[in-house]
């Protein structure tokens, strides 16, 4: 009887365990990180009698979860690509949200240009150039706008990255917790709740950034970072850190716990996202609107200063900008100091440049590591990729030393209009050249510009006299000096910062006479020049103008956020049968467990007879012996 009790009390505890188990499955059935429970069962080993063997009932041995390593691992990288995605998303939508909200500034470019039409129409008129002016505030107010919801993201990003490094450190030190706690209670006989916490932070982790696992023999988990940094190991996290960039104060980047800069390092989730995007999309955006500005005011300033004002001067400018940004190196040992101008407008890019002295000699590269010509002037000036840089000489630079230039970063920002009087529009053109009518050659006036309006004697003029048909000479009429030359038909003949190009066969004896304009009030030669700027290669060697740069950048950004919203098309995707296959395996089904709760009641309920007819059959044997 004691055999056939025993035999009767395991199943009762067995299926006791088994419902307690379908009844926490049931309970938890909405629980995130909840791996699905089952009871593992195994017969009793019974004993011998010589001819035979009964059996002698069931134990329990383990509560085990339902659980792969492999799906585990695919939920998590998935998740850190999805929320990498997501993340990636959010900011250039934000970013094409900026664009459309400073206004339509490829109208206000449009108008600016139309303006110069409207003041050539009427060079005269006051209200037309006070018009120009207004377009002109217009336009640079819609630039100041946009670059200020650029740098404005670049604050977002940097508040970001210092929040999720927070929260990875956060997640890193539980699950070192989890880890020790798991440790304690040995590989086997670890709760399976704190695997299921431990589980569930670890996918919060991947979420943040890319990680790897390792699991180790005492149950314990290590956790590494995509670019090789650990994160976790047994009960220790290494928390991740923030610093200032050694070139940029106002930037965050992302340091190991030895405080080592990983940022370039860091890839996957929404860390590596936000380290992404400022780096491949933020930046370009910021210098390619301060490179269209740049070579808005640029050509604008010089067309203006080739032409005359309403007072019979040569144009002054009408847009001020600042030029290239430069940073010495936190690491730098001497407080020499870096000049930057811009030299060649057409030849300015759009990247940023790291500028290093080892000693003897400065080199140049770009922020992500292209080495760029740097040529030595011989004046103490260096120049390269349409930049003229002018080392201190005092302090000097020492071995080691590096800035970062930033030729366009913040030129939108500084765009601002100059010129307030309407009058100082140039409209007129400064140069006039007329041919001698005793002339008897072919050759005939093509174009008169100022090339340098600095040259103090550019509107003093000159007389260009042929001594035969391939050559001339150059009287100045103020000082009397003569030069003399050789004709090409259609080269430009240069002098006191005067160009003229002729065309034809002059004959010796003929003369041009090159002048200032002295009908000012109604040309209108220079504000035509100046409209034709619309569609005026001024970038990349003089085949970009400033209207196809910011049509550039809008059309950039939109692939960007076009992209970014496939991408996470993709991933959503991706994530969802990572984690479709992985809970068809760990999830609780609830018509499953309500199936299971009926057989397991049934289970004991039938022990429970068991142990009935095991009491009844005793004492009838009792009662047997009793009388």
Known sequence: MANMLGIGISGLNAAQVALNTVG??????DTA???????????????????LTVGAGVDVVSVQRQYSQYLTNSVWNSNSSLQRADTFNDLTTTLNGALAGSGNLQGALDDFYGAFSTVAGAPSDSSTRQAMLGDTSKMVSMFNTLASQFTAQQRQVNTQISNTVDSINDLTKNIASLNQQISQAGPSGAPNSLLDQRDSLVGQLSGYVGVSNVQEKDGTISLYSTSGQALVSGNESFALGTAKDPYDATRTNVTDAAG??????????????????????????????????????????????????????????ILSIGGPDVMGSSANTSNATMAASISDTSKLGTSDYIISYDGTAWSMRTTGGQNVPLTDNGDGTLSGAGLTFTPSTAPPAQAGDSFKIQPTRNAASTLAVAMTDPSGIAAASALVTTADKANTGTGAIGSTSVTDPTNTAVLDGATITFTSPTAYSITDPVTGTTTTGTYTAGQPITVNGMSVTLSGAPAAGDKFTVAANTNGLNDNGNALDAAKLADTGVLDGGKTSVLDAYGNLTTQIGSAGSQAASNLATQTSLNNQAVAAQQSLSGVNQDEEAANLVKYQQSYQAAAQVISAAQTIFTSLINAVQS
Do not use: M
């Open 24 to 29: 926490n499955n049931l309970a938890n059935v």
């Open 33 to 51: 990180g909840y791996d699905r429970q089952t009871v593992v069962q195994v017969e009793r080993i019974g004993q011998s009698n010589g001819r």
């Open 260 to 317: 080592n800069d990983i940022t370039s390092k860091i890839s996957g989730g929404s860390l590596g996202a936000l380290i992404d995007y400022r780096s491949s999309v933020l930046d370009p955006a910021q210098n390619q609107l301060g490179q269209a500005a740049q070579a808005l005011a640029s050509s604008v300033n010089a067309q203006q200063a080739k032409g005359l004002d309403l007072n019979g001067k040569l144009g002054s400018p």
